[in-house]
């Protein structure tokens, strides 16, 4: 198997994954407080990937620890702290507001913030191309965020401020694609050598590190803590949700973005809307509208036009 053909394949599971954690962390998301969620599957998802690292690479917890250098460490720490710190707060709040249909949708910010960031980090370039992708993706979430319905949808379910939801959810994607393009360039560190798993393992450990400290000004820890996981109603998606997002979902994430291009993994990754949509019409039922429909495909195309920048110029 080619080394594109791996990504690609890749970016098809972290989208199933991804779709099947957005639901789990919606549902955990309106049980208990977006930022004590993150902190909860965080500590679990690098628990997990602790023990799948040391299986996978034969070594031992302190080579776990010393096998990557410090500048590694390093731009996987910051990747971790801007895509799960960070991003993953602003897009859990944005699953409790808006859901995880109208949230998803915002996914599209991703590849615009990966290629510009690209840019700046590896050698990426815009065109007028990429910048006219972007645009249409955006045009296609503006078609959202200015329907009525979905506001007054959003108003009647009663999990926040509409336009909140729209900025976090925002907010959420640009870190996300942010996030992505420094642990490629942490993949392209010299150094040892360092797999996907290996990699999200750091990434949690930063951000792990980063919730509980900020979360200790706010909040006592220990009782937050024991009311998630003793209880059984919010513990199950969270585990559920870590399971298939920061485990399975954030590794294949990065096994894409180490074989192809960062801003087409993200772009690939910003399928992520029509998985869960299609999701929510076939196994939850939901109504949805025309215009909802046609928003995501618009952002699709914007999407496509991306990917494909190079090939019309």
Not at 5 to 23: C, K
Not at 31 to 39: G, K
Not at 242 to 261: K, M, N, R
Request: net charge positive.
């Amino acid at each position: 198997m080619g080394s594109a053909t791996i990504g690609y394949v890749a970016a098809i599971v972290t989208i199933i994954s991804w779709t099947i954690g957005t639901f789990a962390f919606t549902n955990a998301s309106r049980l208990a407080p977006p930022a004590s969620v993150n902190r909860v599957r965080l500590l679990y998802a690098w628990i997990v990937l602790s023990f799948l690292v040391c299986y996978m690479n034969q070594i031992s917890v302190t080579e776990l620890f010393s096998r990557v250098n410090v500048l590694q460490y390093c731009w996987f720490g910051i990747s971790g702290f801007i895509g799960l710190t960070l991003g993953d707060y602003f897009a859990f709040t944005a699953f409790k507001i808006l859901g995880g249909r109208r949230a998803s949708l915002f996914t599209c910010f991703a590849p615009g913030a990966a290629l510009l960031t690209g840019m700046l980090l590896i050698d990426e370039h815009l065109s007028a191309t990429g910048i006219l992708g972007m645009l249409v993706s955006l045009a296609g979430i503006v078609m959202l965020a200015i329907s009525r319905t979905e506001q007054s949808a959003v108003i009647t379910d009663g999990h926040g401020n509409f336009y909140k939801g729209i900025l976090f959810a925002a907010l959420g994607a640009i870190c996300q694609g942010v996030g992505l393009v420094l642990a490629k360039k942490g993949f392209q560190t010299a150094g040892n050598s360092i797999n996907p798993v290996h990699a999200s393992w750091i990434r949690m450990l930063s951000a792990s590190f980063f919730v509980y400290v900020i979360g200790a000004f706010n909040v006592n820890l220990i009782h937050e803590f024991k009311s998630i996981t003793f209880n059984k109603k919010t513990l199950k998606p969270i585990l559920l949700g870590t399971l298939f997002g920061p485990v399975i979902g954030v590794s294949f994430s990065l096994l894409s973005a180490t074989h192809i291009e960062a801003s087409v993994a993200q772009t690939l990754f910003s399928l992520l809307p029509v998985s869960v949509l299609l999701a929510s019409v076939l196994f939850y039922k939901e109504k949805v509208l025309l215009r909802s429909y046609l928003a995501v495909l618009v952002s699709i195309i914007g999407v496509m036009i991306l990917v494909w920048r190079n090939v019309f110029e």
